[in-house]
T-cell receptor, first 118, second 111 residues
Framework: EAGVAQSPRYKIIEKRQSVAFWCNPISGHATLYWYQQILGQGPKLLIQFQNNGVVDDSQLPKDRFSAERLKGVDSTLKIQPAKLEDSAVYLC????????????????FGPGTRLLVL | TQLLEQSPQFLSIQEGENLTVYCNSSSVFSSLQWYRQEPGEGPVLLVTVVTGGEVKKLKRLTFQFGDARKDSSLHITAAQPGDTGLYLCAGAETSYDKVIFGPGTSLSVIP
């Protein structure tokens, strides 16, 4: 079974530029998550999709971050414009279940995209 | 605000030693999970505990959920270099809450 795919693996940009990340979850997984992991910290949830609908985006900085999952399969996360503090690993994860008992679901993570903003 | 703390932050031990890492909170959690994250990779789920006092074993790893469901521990027996990684605990206060992650314990097992 193929895992969660993410691209690119690495990205270096200058502040105020735009960047986009792509994620393809495990086939059949209804729930998709985007996390931000700053060095030395645990992952922080940015947004959770259930199929193509948003379940939770309470921690997404909506003035600069946006995400979509148009057909309920793959997803893109965009930052526009980027700031220095956006330097982090952006992890995508997916899970099979409905997402209503999030604490007991197995989340399958991709390898992440490492973003450096100069 | 939910908060998970983990200790120690860093741990470096020799192969064959035993170790315990801790995950603590002032909040009660309906469930706690432990993940391991290797360098350059995403976290991988090791275990989910849901009942206060619950103990689960996974080969040389023993996980315990505190009786009050505010803390958890991970004990590794006879550590091996393959155990090297970042150990993250994650929990949700209720079944409707999102999962929050602790900052992790970075473990290095030296051959």
């Amino acid at each position: 079974e193929a895992g969660v795919a993410q691209s690119p693996r690495y990205k270096i940009i200058e502040k105020r530029q735009s960047v986009a990340f792509w994620c393809n979850p495990i086939s059949g997984h209804a729930t998709l998550y985007w996390y931000q992991q700053i060095l030395g910290q645990g992952p922080k949830l940015l947004i959770q999709f259930q199929n193509n609908g948003v379940v939770d985006d309470s921690q997404l900085p909506k003035d600069r971050f946006s995400a979509e999952r148009l057909k309920g399969v793959d997803s893109t996360l965009k930052i526009q414009p980027a700031k220095l503090e956006d330097s982090a690993v952006y992890l995508c994860a997916s899970s099979f279940l409905a997402g209503f008992n999030r604490g007991q679901e197995t989340q399958y993570f991709g390898p992440g995209t490492r973003l450096l903003v100069l | 605000t939910q908060l998970l703390e983990q200790s120690p932050q860093f741990l470096s031990i020799q192969e064959g030693e035993n170790l315990t890492v801790y995950c603590n909170s002032s909040s009660v959690f309906s469930s706690l999970q432990w993940y391991r994250q290797e360098p350059g990779e995403g976290p991988v789920l090791l275990v989910t505990v849901v009942t206060g006092g619950e103990v689960k074993k996974l080969k040389r790893l023993t996980f315990q959920f505190g009786d009050a469901r505010k803390d958890s521990s991970l004990h590794i027996t006879a550590a091996q270099p393959g155990d090297t990684g970042l150990y993250l605990c994650a929990g949700a206060e209720t079944s409707y809450d999102k999962v929050i992650f602790g900052p992790g314990t970075s473990l290095s097992v030296i051959p």
